[in-house]
């Protein structure tokens, strides 16, 4: 009997798996103090902790980003449930750097197996819009942040409850996307089923327009998640509430994310990506010297930057190099995590040895600056390509 593939549904399962991830990253963000204050935990010792939620992410794209379209997309995502679910109970039981660090981990391998899985699931059950489809997808991550800031600002800092109480809250989307996991029924990659050959695949990483958008994710990522992620310390001294401009930032990308469609199609993807860049550079040179109200205006600019920065990246490499499948979406993640990984403890160094947070935001304006010489280039090789459709 022939499966019956519900888009709708995997739709939403993916979406719900994506508010774990998500919700993981503001529960660090607000976390990152109470370690410092409770456990002595100094800010390069916080940048080492929070790291594994970064490379273990990589290391799950890298290693289940080929094995998707040989297990299938539904196992993957069972590997991201129990290690999620891991990740979950290791941290309410943290009490120092190794036991934050080990539960981070798994938190990172569940993330990026549900991006492993989810990207290319995305992009196969909506091959005619992949760009929009993918961005409407990671509305959730903004929007899991959102969740998972107000959450914590009304959990922790109103009615004043212990902060294991807010990590179990994750426990909820856990069981809804694990339910939903139970009797789904998913369809082989856009890869498998257009025929092309795992050969093809592999040489399809060694073009040089792979390359380039490579190395562009290290430096889009990094601008994005590697502030968003140590938010608290970055604003410590800007006289502004730190989650309460995390929740702000992350509730405009995921408006942004919704509605991308018919910004992708005025721009394309090259100059959206060339416009994101500008804006995000000006967004962090402005919140770094801005102070109270002027930050949350600061960080509107930075949210319009960084909002669509992931999803078009990889919507992109979908869109133009689709023979690299499912392994090329999941090495894009990948290499985006593994930037964040590395930028995290430089930026703990910078803030523990001097430099304030608003400084250390300054040095990170380097990165979209560097950006935007780069999508210039892709912006006009690329404005008049037409999208590479797979038969």
Known sequence: ??????????????????????????????????????????????????????????????????????????????????????????TIFSNGLWPLFASTLAFGIGNGAV???????????????????????????PGGIVIGSILAYLLIDVIDLNWQAFVAVLYIPLA????????????????????????????????????FMGICMLLT??????????????????????????ALTTGLMAVGRAFAGPVVHKLSSSGLLLASAV??????????????????????????????????????????????????MSVMGGLGMFSVSIVLPVMGVFMDTGSQGTETLRYMAILPAILAVLFIFLFVKYRSKKVVELN
Not at 177 to 204: C, D, H, Q
């Open 115 to 141: 991006e492993a899985a989810c990207n290319p699931l995305v992009a196969t059950i909506f091959p005619k819009a992949k760009t929009k489809m993918l961005n409407r997808f990671h509305v959730w991550f």
């Open 221 to 246: 990522a990094s601008t994005e998640l590697a502030t968003q992620q140590r938010i608290t310390s970055l604003l410590a001294d800007a006289n502004a509430q730190p989650m309460l401009v995390l």
């Open 279 to 328: 804006l995000a550079f000006f967004g962090l040179i402005w919140l770094s010297f801005a102070t109270g109200i002027t930050v949350y205006f600061a960080a509107i600019v930075f949210a319009a930057g960084v909002c669509f920065f992931w999803p078009t990246m990889i919507g992109f490499v979908a869109e133009y190099i689709p023979e690299s499948g499912a392994l090329g």
């Open 176 to 211: 809804i996307y694990g339910f939903m996991l139970i009797k789904a029924e998913f369809p082989k990659t856009e890869r498998v089923a257009s025929g092309i050959s795992t050969a093809n695949m592999w040489k399809a990483l060694g073009t040089p327009i792979f390359i």
């Open 1 to 90: 009997m022939e499966k019956t593939i519900n888009s709708k549904k995997l739709f939403i399962l993916s979406c719900v798996s994506l508010i774990v991830t998500s919700m993981s990253f503001a529960l660090r963000a607000r976390i990152e103090p109470v370690f410092i204050s409770d456990f002595a935990l100094s800010k390069t010792d916080i940048g080492i902790a929070f790291g594994p939620a970064f490379y273990g992410f990589t290391l799950a794209m890298i290693i289940l980003g080929p094995l998707v379209d040989l297990w299938g997309m539904k196992r993957v995502l069972w590997i991201a449930f129990f290690c999620h679910l891991i990740g979950i109970t290791g």
